[in-house]
């Protein structure tokens, strides 16, 4: 498997990250307005161009409007809102292996874009005699010929090359996206491993790494520990029950130190590449802090990378507890992730222990699951099953009819479904067969993909 080139969109607020990534993942995943800072929702998703795949990240903008609890709204010079863009840029360049630095052509040059600027210029690092990862200045909002004239000018910031563009119209685009692939290292194929990869995954400071090296201390790990595979993500194999297993833990085994201020949003970037490599991802959330939007947002790139999960629930010997708070926590976190209702929570202590044991066991089961396979018999028993338990949708007098179906890959499960038109499928029905199909078989921790296909 391939390891695809991960696209950090970096710049002070509302310079059009969003609109940019939008157009880029050729959907509408971010939220776009004017307001500076309103990147609440997905901010990560795959592009393609010229026949090459990458993963784009937006990273929002540092809102200097945002109030905290007990202090003053940031200015765009105050030192918070420095050390954010600070934060949010080094991350980028560290992670990232191409930057697209926005700036704003109606705006013109910013002490911001200044400062975002020269963060950028310090923290690139060199390879091979050129500084990397590379970064490509966009200058968005360039709707005019007057406008893109105005590009020049950002030659002041020392970012070479201004790459004037219109991200909501798509102009200029193809030159940008032309030179940027072209940038991207050999997309080398990873080494046949065919051990149990379980990655552990996270918002900073939910106890990752306190986890791995819980999960190392069990008498049943045999452990010879090879550091560096993906950046900072450090791979650990051991032998489990007789299985070969690699861990992959993206905060760095048995390292300490504070977490860097103003990342947690942007960690999804130390998360994608583990995600990727996974069979298996434990989705660590803190109990002191509950559910985030961190969280929910790691989650969805686990579920759109269609790799199984477990959640842990760490630190709950910190939760002041009585006998409905892990129904109410549970009840919480089913809410937040509503999308991948079939994972199961384990409520754990990576410091005194509570649990730990089952994270293994629980781990190579959700695996298990992700290998089964039904029968064709079985697939079929289940369409017939669920087409007279709940009539399917139709659209202008026609309905959907399902005919038969079978399985053709594990790994994740994938079934393919044989009917008249797959255009009259409503997304709540394909929810419902999903249920059905898990009612015979749970799939424990796995997504399970449903395609339809015409019959000739």
């Known amino acids: 498997m391939k390891t695809k080139p ?65 202090r003053e709204p940031l200015s765009i010079g105050s030192a918070d809102f420095i050390e954010g863009i600070r934060a949010q840029a080094e991350l980028a360049i560290k992670e990232a292996d191409a930057v697209l630095f926005l700036v704003d052509a109606i705006s013109g040059v910013t002490p911001a874009d200044r400062e975002v600027a020269e963060i950028l210029r310090k923290s690139q690092t060199m390879r091979e005699g050129k500084p990397w990862p590379p970064i490509f200045l966009v200058v968005n909002k360039a709707d005019s010929q007057n406008l893109r004239e105005n590009a020049p000018a950002f030659y002041e910031l020392g970012m070479g090359e201004p790459y004037a563009i219109s991200a909501l119209h798509g102009t200029g685009t193809g030159d940008l996206l032309d030179d940027l692939v072209a940038s991207f290292p050999p997309q080398e194929e990873e080494e046949e491993d065919d051990s149990i990869k ?17 999960i190392l201390g069990e008498e049943r790990a045999l452990v010879s520990p090879i550091p560096g595979t993906t950046r900072d993500a450090i791979d650990t194999p051991l032998v489990y029950d007789g299985l070969k297993v690699t861990l992959i833990d993206t905060a760095g085994i048995r390292r300490r130190g504070k ?30 802090s509950g559910i985030t939007a961190q969280d929910t947002h790691i989650a969805g790139y686990i579920m759109d990378a269609w790799k199984s999960t477990v959640v842990l629930v760490n630190k ?141």
């Open 6 to 70: 991960i696209v950090a969109l970096v710049g002070r607020p509302n310079v059009g990250k969003s609109t940019l990534f939008n157009r880029l993942a050729g959907e509408q995943l971010a939220i776009v307005d004017a307001t500076p800072g309103t990147t609440r929702d997905r901010i990560f998703s795959s592009a393609e161009w010229n026949g090459l795949e990458f993963d784009i990240v937006d990273t929002g903008g540092i809102d200097p409007s945002t109030s905290r609890a007990g």
């Open 259 to 288: 977490v860097e201020p103003g990342v947690e949003k942007y960690s999804v970037l130390r998360s994608m590449r583990a995600i990727e490599r996974s069979d298996v991802v434990l989705l660590v959330i803190d109990a002191t």
């Open 198 to 214: 379980i990655a552990i995954v996270g918002k900073p400071n939910a106890g990752k790494s306190s986890l791995l090296n819980r």
């Open 316 to 456: 709950w010997d910190l939760v002041e507890k009585d006998n409905q708070t892990m129904q109410m926590y549970t009840r919480k976190i089913r809410e937040e992730l509503n999308f991948m209702d079939y994972v199961p929570i384990l409520f754990i202590s990576a410091k005194t222990g509570q649990r730990v044991d089952q994270v293994m066991p629980l781990a190579l089961r959700v695996q298990e699951e992700r290998l089964a396979r039904l029968t064709t018999g079985q697939v079929n028993r289940i369409i017939q099953e669920a087409q007279s338990l709940h009539a399917p949708p139709s659209k202008g007098g026609r309905a959907l009819h399902i005919y038969y179906g079978t399985q053709v890959r594990s790994d994740p499960p994938t079934f393919l479904l044989f009917c008249n038109d797959p255009s009259l499928a409503h997304f709540s029905y394909m929810r419902f067969l999903e249920n059905i199909f898990r009612k015979e078989y749970p799939f424990t921790g796995t997504p399970i993909r449903l395609v339809l296909k015409a019959r000739r």
